[in-house]
């Protein structure tokens, strides 16, 4: 058994990062363990997560398991989980209540806990105490290791616990199963060393590590050649990539720039943390039309005294310089953030410091939360005097201000021509497509199922808060 450790997740140390190419491996015995047996993978939290899990698809079909569509179906399950708030924390160990019942009544039935809230202490912890009818649990840093964990579990018969807490490497060549056949992830970099004060993700995803820009290029390329249309570059802080390295100059800037030149159609990334956010990015996105005009730009909160206290390492200033330097270099360019209410000792003052923020950036959109404490985080010590109450009076006056600029955006965009990557047909409307434009615009259009995975012109014919709605054009 290995658990988690929050102690030592935390350390950081001058051990050079490993490139590991020959690390996964099926074992012989487990090359067909899962013939006329079923998957099913359950994915809570960030597009991270969502790209892992297409790695943990990969790799249980390279010991022939197959998909199942419904969680009932299957013989065995993953919920691939998030650590970084309460209510996905809450969610996951409902999923167990069920899965629980699932399994006494199919006894053959193994579930397994995987990602982030695999990595703390108090989860596993909590599993020994009051779930040892589970199978398995492993962490971030060893999905690889997948086949030799079930292996041991099948050996036993007991709960496998394989958690590993270290400041991480970099494994290559692992299998992916694409969820989309026109979008795909690509992870750029690993973990995070900027340990802001609420934030568990450098406990749970380990030391900040960049893969080598060759890997990644050739990744981009490759996916070029099986038709996609679009890649996402993944990181916990991408703009930070390659500043862990020691015998080269390179960064994001440059990492944009040579995978842009490969001429894939469109090119995102996310998440940038302002700190790291350059002039010389914001020049290369500019430069090239490939690059989505859309970024993601988390704030957490328009009060400076409360971003010290959050160990963000900007103030509302700083943020406000650099957004508005982004929308003069790039006219068209849809910016959206992330924010928190709530934060422990935020004032009646500080969140009309937020407010005023939203005033002035007038953002596309905005994900929002109340603050939740994650144990072990400094935050989580801090005195935290507001009323639930207040918080979410808070965040409903935020919501409220965020909503009504998103429509008066997207209204901008009545009777425009914009280029959609149509993805599939819509759940709400089977005579509508959707998809998104480049500035990452959910927009549903009324147009024949043969432009599914096309980049095509529609006309905007109506606008919501959230969504457009759309004609193909001509």
């Known amino acids: 058994m290995l658990k988690p450790n929050f102690k030592e997740a935390r350390k950081r140390t001058k051990e050079e990062i490993k490139v590991l190419r020959d690390e996964y491996k099926v074992p012989l015995e487990m090359k067909n363990i899962g013939k006329n047996k079923k998957y ?3 994915t809570y939290g960030c597009q991270m997560n969502e790209h892992d899990s297409e790695v943990m698809s990969a790799i249980l079909e390279d010991m022939n398991f197959s998909k199942a569509l419904d969680y009932d179906d299957a013989d065995l399950i993953i919920l691939n989980t998030c650590a970084i708030r309460e209510n996905a924390h809450n969610k996951t160990f409902g999923m167990l209540g069920r899965l629980k019942h699932l399994k006494q009544e199919k006894k053959d039935l193994l579930v ?9 202490e108090s989860v596993v912890d909590e599993i020994l105490a009051k779930y040892k009818w589970m199978d398995f649990v492993f962490g971030t840093h060893n999905i690889h290791k997948l086949p030799e964990i079930l292996n041991e579990h099948y050996k036993s018969n007991k709960l496998e616990v394989n958690v590993w807490s270290n400041e991480g490497n970099i494994v290559e060549n692992l299998p992916v199963k694409r969820d989309s056949k026109y979008k795909a992830w690509v992870n750029i970099m690993y973990g995070c060393d900027k340990f802001c004060t609420y934030c568990i993700v450098p406990y749970t995803r380990g030391k900040q590590r960049s893969r080598m820009p060759e890997d990644i290029i050739n990744e981009v390329k490759d996916l070029i050649k099986e038709g996609y249309k679009e890649v996402t570059l993944l990181g916990q802080n991408v703009n930070a990539y390659g500043k862990d390295f020691t015998n080269r100059d390179y960064k994001m800037e440059n990492l944009l720039e040579d995978v842009a030149k490969t001429g894939i159609e469109r090119l995102r990334f996310v998440t940038s943390h302002p700190w790291d956010f350059t002039d010389k990015m914001i020049d290369v996105i500019a430069k090239y039309d490939n690059i989505c005009n859309y970024i993601h730009l988390p ?5 400076s005294r409360i971003l010290k206290l959050m160990g963000r390492r900007y103030t509302k200033g700083s943020y406000l310089e650099l957004y ?22 935020e004032s009646k003052e500080d969140f009309e410091e937020t407010l005023d923020l939203v005033k002035k950036c007038k953002f596309d959109s ?3 939360f ?16 507001i009323s639930l109450k207040e918080k979410e009076e808070r965040l409903y006056a935020l919501n409220a201000l965020i909503n009504d600029y998103a429509l008066e955006t997207n209204k901008k965009l009545i009777g425009k021509i914009v280029k959609v990557l149509v993805e599939g047909v819509s759940e709400k409307d089977q005579n509508m497509l959707f998809g998104y434009t480049d500035t990452m615009k959910l927009t549903n259009v009324k147009a024949d199922k043969k432009y599914i995975g096309k980049i095509i012109d529609v006309k905007i014919t109506d606008a919501k808060t959230w969504s457009l709605d759309g004609e193909i054009d001509g």
């Open 40 to 42: 099913f993978i359950k």
């Open 112 to 120: 397994g806990l995987a990602g982030c809230m695999s990595q703390e």
């Open 299 to 303: 704030v957490q909160s328009g009060s």
């Open 324 to 345: 508005n330097k982004i929308r003069e270099k790039i006219p068209n360019c849809s910016i959206t953030t992330d924010i928190i209410v709530g934060f422990p000792g």
């Open 366 to 368: 905005a994900f929002t």
């Open 370 to 385: 109340i603050y939740s404490p994650r144990k072990g985080t400094p935050a989580a010590k801090m005195k935290d005097d």
